[in-house]
């Protein structure tokens, strides 16, 4: 199918509309995958409905239609990331913050295609049960720390590459929460509280304990490449030569301050596989788009697939249904975090007096003006009346897509 040029305004989900279809009567896709196809190619057209409004001065009509708000579609995250990032802010600690990441190695990826779920849950359960157990350790800290982990599964070209983002304050709050423990090797609180090759190693060894049980409990898919591994032998030679990989851990050098560290935390929290922005052209069945080469000096490049290709790599980071992407641990476990930080603050001497009274939720209007400098309830045409809502447009489907 051959599609004319386009150099403006292009979007993933013009890739979706385009060669969607062919590809969908092509290849076998689970449920949450179509789900989120759906949404992508439906969001912000006459499909999902909307509402026309008229200005009160000059009767300028303007139509707007409503979002798929699903976690995948890149048109669809901003207004989740400002809500997020502003219940975050009452809740981040007057210390430094550092940026540690847990990458596994990429022979695993095939085996993580077809067992998403059951690995994506290891990934997270190993990478927080070490950088807890070692912050435990009075050989490093010795003190409960926090960590916000952020599940990425994507490289800059789109391949499968699973690893975690974790932000945590620099120290943590010692065992009978009394004080504030900074990094034994560092006064200056410029490092981390242990070595990259120590979490490394502890990283591999939980991991590969939890792979190996999830294969005596049967948890594990074998299908297609890793079909294979379904014999004991063979399991057991797989997980022999991960043992003797590298496992890559990466950590970042502190934030400033608190609104550095929310503004860092938005470039990772909502993102998606590959931005809109990052599309060039959309032509002759191929789709161009951007990327940043890191292994070539960090260069940015372009590079183009064939339709198909770009469909196939978007769609191996569709996560599963009510997959969780970001959570939790430590001092900010769900479960306790209001208290914890409340002592957590008191320890570090900002008094409920220091802090500023929480303001109320921006709405809709006042977050497009804080983001865009736009008010969208001023007319655009004549810029002085104010768009008021005329006409309600019913849905084109039954059903929109949901959440996945």
């Not at 990772?268 to 032509?283: C, F, G, L, P, Q």
């Not at 992407?325 to 306790?336: C, D, P, Q, S, V």
């Not at 409920?352 to 309830?377: F, H, M, N, V």
Request: with cysteine; charged share 25%; glycine share 6%.
């Amino acid at each position: 199918m051959n599609t004319p040029h386009r150099s403006k305004g292009m979007e993933v989900a013009d890739v979706f509309r385009c060669y969607g279809p062919a590809y969908r009567s092509t290849h076998k896709l689970p449920l949450h995958i179509l789900k989120a196809i759906s949404a992508i190619e439906r969001c912000r057209t006459a499909l999902l409905g909307g509402h026309v409004e008229r200005c009160d001065t000059c009767d300028h009509i303007r139509i707007s239609y409503n979002s798929c708000r699903n976690r995948h579609c890149p048109k669809c995250q901003s207004l989740a990331k400002e809500r997020w990032l502003a219940a975050r802010k009452k809740e981040l600690l007057p210390v430094s913050y550092f940026h540690v990441v847990l990458t596994i190695p990429d022979g695993l990826n095939p085996l993580v295609l077809v067992n998403q779920k059951v690995l994506y849950t290891i990934l997270f359960k190993a990478g927080s049960e070490t950088l807890l157990e070692l912050g435990r350790d009075s050989r490093h800290l010795g003190a409960e720390v926090g960590l916000i982990a952020i599940l990425h599964t994507w490289g800059q070209n789109l391949m499968d590459h699973p690893h975690l983002h974790g932000v945590m304050p620099c120290g943590g709050l010692s065992h009978e929460g009394k004080e504030w423990l900074l990094p034994k090797k560092s006064s200056r609180k410029k490092e981390f509280f242990v070595h990259v090759n120590v979490i490394s190693d502890l990283f591999k060894k939980k991991f590969l304990d939890y792979l190996k049980e999830a294969y005596r409990k049967g948890a594990l898919k074998f299908v297609g490449k890793v079909e294979y591994l379904r014999a004991g032998q063979e399991f057991q030679a797989f997980v022999n030569t991960l043992y003797h990989r590298k496992w890559i851990t990466y950590c970042k050098r502190p934030f400033g301050g608190p609104e550095q560290v929310l503004e860092y935390l938005g470039r990772y929290t909502h993102r998606v596989a590959i931005s809109n922005e990052r599309i060039v052209k959309i032509d002759d069945d191929k789709v161009t788009f951007r990327y940043r080469d890191y292994r070539g000096g960090n260069q940015v490049k372009q590079m183009t697939l064939e339709a198909f290709e770009f469909i196939r790599r978007f769609l191996l980071h569709i996560l599963p249904d009510n997959f969780v992407k970001i959570r939790y641990y430590g001092l900010f476990n769900n479960r306790n975090r209001k208290a914890k930080i409340r002592l957590c603050k008191e320890v570090l001497g900002t008094s409920a007096s220091d802090e500023q009274e929480p303001a109320a939720p921006e709405s809709w209007e006042e977050l497009c003006i804080r983001l865009t400098g736009i008010d969208p309830r001023i007319c655009p045409c004549c810029g002085t009346g104010r768009m008021v809502r005329r006409e309600t447009l019913r849905p084109l489907i039954h059903s929109p897509p949901g959440k996945v």
